[in-house]
């Protein structure tokens, strides 16, 4: 079983719709959580961590269920700008001052005008 | 600041052939990673180095060596190339203390023929 995984699409959305991502992780005793967002075939870059009790960062809110290890992303009144392939990462526990990350493979959206 | 530099941007390499990938960042952040990238596998963690003059193993170490003589750059070597080297190298940063979050490289495309 992957460490962390998600469904990798496509989704392919009107503007304006709404847009879910889901992911696993696998090790219950992670310890943080983030949704980076990277474009074709540039690098990823931080879109946003992922708090217990959920935050929101205007368009976007993020979701965790420690209980059932699963983290989610929510995008609203999608954008063409919001066309990009969104990783799911996980910093799992024991890997001391350098924090690795893990990475999931990616969901890629595509939003249709 | 330019953030996180990698040279080259592109690379064909034959097989058996050796190069050198140079990361350089001017945020004196203290953690360096180098990641590879495939299509439908996410980012996977080859080296890192939590500070000058350390490295340490990732994920999938073999058939790289990693040196940090200086703190801003961290270098990523491949010995002897192989095909199945070709893929997508980045390199990210991050400063020690609190903050998780992880600031990437543009990225190297490699090609092993």
């Known amino acids: 079983r992957k460490e962390v995984e998600q469904d990798p699409g496509p989704f392919n959305v009107p503007e304006g719709a709404t847009v879910a991502f889901n992911c696993t992780y696998s090790n219950s005793a992670s310890q943080s959580f983030f949704w980076y967002r990277q474009d074709c075939r540039k690098e990823p870059k931080l879109l946003m961590s992922?708090?217990?009790s959920g935050n929101e960062d205007g368009r976007f809110t993020a979701q965790l269920n420690r209980a059932s290890q699963y983290i989610s992303l929510l995008i609203r009144d999608s954008k063409l700008s919001d066309s990009a392939t969104y990783l799911c990462v996980v910093n799992p526990p024991l890997t001391g001052s350098a924090r690795q990350l893990t990475f999931g493979s990616g969901t890629q959206l595509t939003v249709l005008p | 600041n330019a953030g996180v530099t990698q040279t080259p941007k592109f690379r064909v390499l034959k097989t058996g052939q050796s190069m050198t990938l140079l990361c350089a960042q001017d945020m004196n952040h203290e953690y360096m990673y180098w990641y590879r990238q495939d299509p439908g596998m996410g980012l996977r963690l080859i080296h890192y180095s939590v500070g000058e003059g350390t490295t340490a193993k990732g994920e999938v170490p073999d058939g790289y060596n990693v040196s940090r003589l200086k703190k801003q750059n961290f270098l990523l070597g491949l010995e002897s190339a192989a095909p199945s080297q070709t893929s997508v190298y980045f390199c990210?940063?991050?400063?020690?203390?609190?903050?998780?979050?992880?600031?990437f490289g543009p990225g190297t495309r490699l090609l092993v023929l």
């Open positions: 990210a940063s991050r400063l020690s203390g609190g903050s998780e979050t992880q600031y």
């Open positions: 992922v708090y217990s």
